[in-house]
C-alpha cells in the first residue's frame, strides 16, 4: 500500500506544482494547474482511475481513454465559445455518479464505461476549454491539462488497485475459515470430502 502510494504521488508532484495560487501561469503550465483548481474536476478524474481499476479486461483501459479522449473534443467545443447549459452542473453528477460506482462497486462492460465516462468527459473539457487563458493557445493548454487527466486517472488507478489486492488479503478464503484454529469465521464453507460430493457446514 504505501509503496502504491508513493507512486500515485509521483504521478501528481509535477502537475501539482502547477497548481500553486499566487502564479502568473499560461499557455501548458495553466492547462496542468487547472484540473487542481476545481475539487469537482480533481475528484472525477480520480473516481475514473478508481472506478477502471475495478474493471476488468478492455473496460480497465477504455474507460480513461475515452475520458481523455472526450475531454479534448469538449475543450475544442468550449474554445469556440459555443454556449453549452448545465454544463457545471453535470461536472457536479460525474463526481456523484462516479462515487456511487465505487461506493456500490458496479461494474460494466467497456462500451457502457466509455459511453458513461466520454458523455462527462465533454462536459470536463468544455469548461476546460471556455476558461483558456487568452494568451494561451489551445494546443499547449490543452496538452497540459490533458497531461494533468492521464495523471490523475494512473493515480486513481494505482490507488484502485492496491484497495483491492488489500481487501483480497483480509477477506477470508472458504478453506481458511473452515480450518480457522479459533474458529472465529462465521458463514457457510464448503468441504472437500474425500469422495467426489462437497458438503455445506454452518460454521457459527
Not at 501548458?28 to 469537482?40: I, K, N, R, Y
Not at 473516481?47 to 476488468?56: I, K, M, P
Not at 457502457?112 to 471556455?130: E, K, P, Q, S, T
Request: proline share 5%.
Amino acid at each position: 500500500m504505501k509503496n502504491v502510494l508513493i507512486s500515485a504521488a509521483a504521478l501528481l508532484m509535477p502537475a501539482a506544482a502547477f497548481a500553486h495560487t499566487g502564479h502568473e501561469v499560461s499557455g501548458f503550465s495553466a492547462g496542468v494547474a487547472h484540473p487542481f483548481t476545481g475539487l469537482d474536476h480533481l475528484l472525477a478524474m480520480l473516481a475514473v482511475g478508481l472506478w477502471a481499476a475495478r474493471q476488468s479486461g478492455a473496460a480497465r483501459w477504455a474507460t480513461p481513454l475515452a475520458f481523455v479522449a472526450m475531454m479534448a473534443v469538449g475543450a475544442l467545443a468550449g474554445a469556440s465559445s459555443l454556449q453549452l447549459p448545465f454544463t457545471e452542473l453535470m461536472i457536479a453528477a460525474s463526481v456523484v455518479v462516479f462515487g456511487a460506482l465505487i461506493a456500490f462497486n458496479l461494474k460494466k462492460g467497456a462500451l457502457a464505461g466509455v459511453l458513461l465516462a466520454g458523455g462527462f468527459a465533454f462536459f470536463h473539457g468544455f469548461a476546460h476549454g471556455a476558461e483558456m487563458p487568452a494568451m494561451g493557445t489551445l494546443a499547449t493548454y490543452g496538452a497540459g491539462f490533458l497531461l494533468a487527466t492521464a495523471a490523475l486517472h494512473a493515480a486513481g488507478l494505482c490507488i484502485g488497485k492496491c484497495w483491492s489486492q488489500q481487501s483480497g488479503r483480509h477477506q477470508p478464503s472458504c478453506r481458511r475459515c473452515c480450518h480457522c484454529p479459533d474458529r472465529s469465521c462465521s458463514g457457510f464453507c464448503l468441504i472437500r470430502q474425500p469422495s467426489p460430493t462437497m458438503t455445506a457446514v454452518l460454521i457459527p
